[in-house]
T-cell receptor, first 111, second 114 residues
Framework: KAGVTQTPRYLIKTRGQQVTLSCSPI?????VSWYQQTPGQGLQFLFE???????NKGNFPGRFSGRQFSNSRSEMNVSTLELGDSALYLC??????????FGSGTQLSVL | ELKVEQNPLFLSMQEGKNYTIYCNYS?????LYWYRQDPGKSLESLFV?????AVKQEGRLMASLDTKARLSTLHITAAVHDLSATYFC??????????????FGQGTTLQVKP
């Protein structure tokens, strides 16, 4: 079974731009969650989608948004990028509470 | 607010030695997870602990859960260099164990020296 796939692997953007990250979950997994990982704040939950609906949301500003498609693939968008948005963004899929399976992440650098 | 604290945050140990990483959490939780992360890599699931007194072992790693004390431990037996990585514990809020929202500890960076 293929794992969680995230694209792109690396991104470099400048302040004020927007960015879209993509995540394909493990086949059969309907829940997709997004996390931000930084050296200072650690791993922080952004949001979770289940069956195309946002089921949970973390404490991030509205510049961070996401969506999920009917095939369970998910995208995350960050608008008006700030330097502090530089981070590793991890996507994870899950199935019936059996824990999260993480993708390789997208390393975003904002210059 | 659910908080998860790990200690120590950094651990340098000799090969062949034993050590324990502790994970405390502040409110009731249904499940506790342990993950491993190698530098520049993603998180790999190690253990899922579902109930009080649960113990799971894989190779040189053993995890246990005491829900009454809100404490989980990750015990390393006879450490080898390959175990060098950062280890995270994570919990979900009681009643939300089927969702993808986990609260992570700060991580414990383990360095095993030959």
């Amino acid at each position: 079974k293929a794992g969680v796939t995230q694209t792109p692997r690396y991104l470099i953007k400048t302040r004020g731009q927007q960015v879209t990250l993509s995540c394909s979950p493990i086949s059969g997994h309907r829940s997709v969650s997004w996390y931000q990982q930084t050296p200072g704040q650690g791993l922080q939950f952004l949001f979770e989608y289940f069956s195309e609906t946002q089921r949970n949301k973390g404490n991030f500003p509205g510049r961070f948004s996401g969506r999920q498609f009917s095939n369970s693939r998910s995208e995350m968008n960050v608008s008006t990028l700030e330097l502090g948005d530089s981070a590793l963004y991890l996507c994870a899929s899950s199935y019936q509470g059996r824990g999260l399976f993480f993708g390789s992440g997208t390393q975003l650098s904002v210059l | 607010e659910l908080k998860v604290e790990q200690n120590p945050l950094f651990l340098s140990m000799q090969e062949g030695k034993n050590y324990t990483i502790y994970c405390n959490y502040s409110t009731t939780s249904d499940r506790l997870y342990w993950y491993r992360q190698d530098p520049g890599k993603s998180l790999e699931s190690l253990f899922v602990l579902l109930s009080n007194g649960a113990v799971k072992q894989e190779g040189r790693l053993m995890a246990s859960l005491d829900t009454k004390a809100r404490l989980s431990t990750l015990h390393i037996t006879a450490a080898v260099h390959d175990l060098s990585a950062t280890y995270f514990c994570a919990v979900d809020l009681a009643g939300s164990s089927n969702t993808g929202k986990l609260i992570f500890g700060q991580g414990t960076t383990l360095q095993v020296k030959p």
